[in-house]
């Protein structure tokens, strides 16, 4: 199966800073790769998919980019509500699988 | 409003079933392909199961941990998502969401149900 690294695994940054978060897959999955947003005790959100479309209703701040097996998810001025943990997850390989998070903290 | 709402969580010991329920709405849920993931406590995202539409075939497909053990089914007359879950591991113990699938991504997700298992 595709495993998928992400790294670093927390980030330390402050609101209004640019925060780039990177996935490298063990092998291409093309540009199938798709990000979400998970906040403790809610639901995930999916952000991205496809490497770079923007899910519904996702701010013009979360942005993707990359295609075989390395891809980045870039939030280009973080906001109070972005601090969260952040997946990848591939569809390029069958089985489906995600990586183990990043998690992007308050400094 | 998409909504997806799990339940049928809780405590059972190492060898015994439970299934978890997923009541859908707004949407059209008999055309919807669905999926559960799973979330070890402290851990990643683990993708469970899927089912397609049964206009699509309603098949199923599952992850190697599991295939075997559980069983994806759906209820298109109640809108609801079942995930039958037998001979129950420790390591299964997980929050298990219940998902809508979009050409292998997960579009829309539930706020969870707790599934612990342990003697």
């Known amino acids: 199966e595709v495993v998928l690294t992400q790294s670093p695994a927390t980030l330390s940054l402050s609101p209004g800073e640019r925060a780039t978060l990177s996935c490298r897959a063990s092998q291409s999955v093309s540009s199938y790769l798709a990000w979400y947003q998970h906040k403790p005790g809610q639901a995930p959100r999916l952000l991205i998919y496809d490497a770079s479309n923007r899910a519904t209703g996702i701010p013009a701040r979360f942005s993707g980019s990359g295609s075989g097996t390395d891809f980045t998810l870039t939030i280009s001025s973080l906001e109070p509500e972005d601090f969260a943990i952040y997946y990848c997850?591939?569809?390029?390989?069958?089985?489906?699988?995600f990586g183990g998070g990043t998690k992007v903290e308050i400094k | 409003e998409v909504q997806l709402v799990e339940s049928g969580g809780g405590l059972v010991r190492p060898g015994e079933s439970l299934r978890l329920s997923c009541a859908a709405s707004g949407f059209t849920f008999s055309n919807a392909w669905m999926s559960w993931v799973r979330q070890v406590p402290g851990k990643g995202l683990e993708w469970v199961g899927r089912?397609?539409?049964?206009?699509?075939?309603?098949?199923?497909d599952y992850a190697a941990p599991v295939k075997g053990r559980f069983t994806i089914s759906r209820d298109d007359s109640k809108n609801t998502l079942l995930l039958q879950m037998n001979s129950l591991k420790s390591e299964d113990t997980a929050v298990y969401y219940c998902t809508t699938y979009n050409s292998g991504h997960f579009d829309n997700w539930g706020q969870g149900t707790l599934v612990t298992v342990s003697s």
């Open positions: 089912i397609k539409s049964k206009t699509d075939g309603g098949t199923t």
């Open positions: 997850q591939q569809r390029g390989n069958w089985p489906l699988t």
